[in-house]
């Protein structure tokens, strides 16, 4: 199909800002739109699509038939004014939309995707009543910015990916503002990049607050003065009931197993199948979730490797979803509503929804005889429960964190992210694990994963981490999921509450959502410390403002997990049966 691009496209904002854009369309007639909004810089290679990459391919969408604008948000590219996260996205897509109606190419429909910040901002314009948009498909994206994304479903900042994005940011604001000759420092590019780019150094000799990046009244001050789930983030919050509710075009929900944005994935899509304003948003999304991360479809990890089937053409996927809810073509085989990779034995599988509904929840028991220290110690995981009580203790000390070792986070580093071998970690004596016998059958668990322990600890406030891992015949053990909690928060995320040392506490701890079959041979472990640096930050463990606080500040805490009759610390594991 023969077709047209035109750079440099300009509209005007309600407020007189000017919006840059270029457009790919049809050469003749009218066409259904398909919108990218990104603050990434519009001529980045990466929006266009290849193969096993996280973004649809362009140029299949436009012989598709399709129209595609991608647009550079508000002050970044080419496009005016100043930019801020999400403060004018809302206003900003709407009016997008609205000029994109008006033109004469149109053929009146509107449809977004885009991966990352470029899903989330999918989310703003569905959850805010949009005339004109028909369907959004956001990829490893979600709808909920704080638990889901700068701070952890359990607290704790999300430091590897918050320093990472906003030296992305600033050094490209000051490029941009060098460019244009707003700014006359240079050495501005090198003080960012020296403050943010190394997390590993932050919080040693100068406080996470005290960086020479902040005091510029920007986000990122504004993110590290609000730990807490508090006015500031319940009012930036699209996840919540009153927002999905106005959900009624029907939503594409892509992402990956190793994902930093999976949970929020899920919970856009459980949102819209629960609570979406119109019959088509709950009845016609879905889901889609493979063995990837937030940087590539490929499956392929230096420890782990999933297969060739793990490689999904994601453009097709679009077409297919934009053709049934944007032009109205039914399909000849109706879509599955959930299709998932099952790790483990490494298949794709469709199913009838999220979560599974012949999930069977069931609770395996912490027990040892008071020795789980590393994968050598005497932590056993089962389903029958323990018969006495007992204890396991670490010495948690933030100026020797357990290092990240795979899971779902940025940036997408070999050895940092995804699948890899617990051996660089499980030695560690700050490290409990609590293993299950070898397995005659094949174990599935597919869905939400779930700890609930009984803690005590020396300090006023710590952290729980919690990690399953499959472990081979061969002694490799792979990480699935995991999550924290940072223990102030254990009654609520806005209502920080200090420990009383010693004291016994019930807490839960989410680890996630993973899809694995635990083969014959294989064993399940739970894994139970007190860090993962740097992917969250450091508890100095003295209840204070932990941005503010060096190194030096942090104490030394005893954490305790007590198990036992009296105190039934359980891992719950969504167990299918089939």
């Not at 436009?62 to 206003?91: C, H, L, M, W």
């Not at 704080?146 to 940011?169: I, K, R």
């Not at 940025?410 to 609590?434: F, K, M, N, T």
Request: proline content about 7%; overall charge negative.
């Amino acid at each position: 199909m023969k077709h047209l691009y035109e750079p440099n496209v300009a509209m005007k904002t309600r407020d007189g800002v000017t919006l840059v854009a270029d457009v790919w369309r049809p050469l003749e007639g009218q066409a259904p739109t398909l919108l990218v909004r990104t603050p990434y810089d519009r001529r980045a290679t990466f929006h266009f699509g290849s193969e096993n990459s996280i973004a649809p391919s362009l140029m299949q969408l436009v012989n598709a038939g399709y129209a595609v604008v991608i647009q550079d948000a508000r002050g970044t590219g080419t496009s005016e004014g100043v930019f801020e996260p999400k403060v004018n996205e809302v206003e900003d897509g709407q009016d997008t939309v609205a000029w994109l109606l008006e033109q004469s190419w149109s053929d009146g429909a509107v449809a977004m995707y885009g991966a990352s910040y470029l899903g989330m901002v999918q989310w703003a314009l569905a959850t805010n009543e949009t005339p004109g948009l028909r369907a959004i498909a956001p990829t490893a994206a979600a709808a909920d910015w704080y638990s889901n994304l700068w701070y952890s479903q359990g607290g704790a900042m999300s430091l590897s990916l918050d320093t990472m994005w906003n030296a992305l940011m600033y050094t490209a604001e000051e490029k941009r503002n060098l460019t244009l000759g707003v700014s006359q420092d240079p050495t501005a590019l090198a003080r960012i990049g020296a403050s943010l780019l190394n997390p590993l150094a932050l919080n040693d000799a100068t406080p996470l607050a005290d960086l020479p990046v902040h005091g510029t009244g920007r986000w990122f001050d504004d993110w590290i003065a609000h730990p807490d789930f508090d006015e500031y983030w319940t009012g930036q919050d699209w996840s919540i009931p009153e927002f999905m509710s106005k959900v009624t075009v029907p939503v594409l929900s892509i992402g990956g197993w190793y994902d930093l944005k999976i949970n929020g994935t899920v919970e856009g899509f459980i949102g819209v199948r629960t609570l979406g304003g119109s019959e088509e948003a709950r009845e016609k999304s879905r889901l889609l979730i493979g063995p990837w991360d937030h940087g590539g479809f490929t499956g392929r990890y230096a420890d782990r490797h999933f297969g060739i089937l793990a490689e999904t053409d994601i453009s097709t996927e679009h077409i297919a979803f934009f053709d049934e809810h944007v032009r109205g073509i039914s399909p000849a085989t109706p879509a599955p509503r959930v299709r998932l990779f099952v790790m483990g034995i490494d298949q794709w599988r469709d199913e009838v929804d999220w979560p599974l509904p012949d999930t069977r929840y069931t609770d395996y028991f912490l027990n040892s005889a008071g020795s789980a220290v590393t994968r050598h110690g005497d932590g056993s995981l089962g389903v029958a429960a323990p018969t006495a009580d007992s204890l396991d203790q670490f010495i948690y000390d933030p100026r020797n964190p357990v290092p990240t070792a795979g899971g779902a986070l940025l940036p997408a580093e070999p050895g940092l992210i995804g699948p890899v071998d617990q051996s660089v970690v499980d030695g560690r004596e700050d490290i409990l694990c609590y293993t299950t016998p070898v397995l005659d059958e094949p174990l599935e668990v597919t869905g939400h994963v779930e700890l609930k322990v009984f803690v005590s600890s020396s300090a006023v406030d710590t952290d729980i981490t919690a990690k399953l891992v499959d472990v081979f015949p061969d002694g490799r053990a792979f990480n699935l999921c995991d999550g924290m909690l940072r223990l102030r928060y254990r009654e609520d995320l806005s209502q920080p509450a200090p420990l009383t040392p010693g004291e016994v506490y019930e807490v839960t701890v989410k680890l996630g959502v993973t899809s694995n079959v635990f083969l014959p041979g294989h064993r399940l472990r739970l894994d139970i410390s007190s860090s993962n640096f740097p992917r969250f930050d450091r508890n100095t463990n003295t209840g204070g403002f932990i941005s503010g606080e060096s190194i030096d500040e942090a104490i030394v805490a005893t954490n305790r997990i007590h198990h036992g009759p009296a105190q039934p610390s359980r891992l719950t594991l969504p167990i299918i049966a089939r």
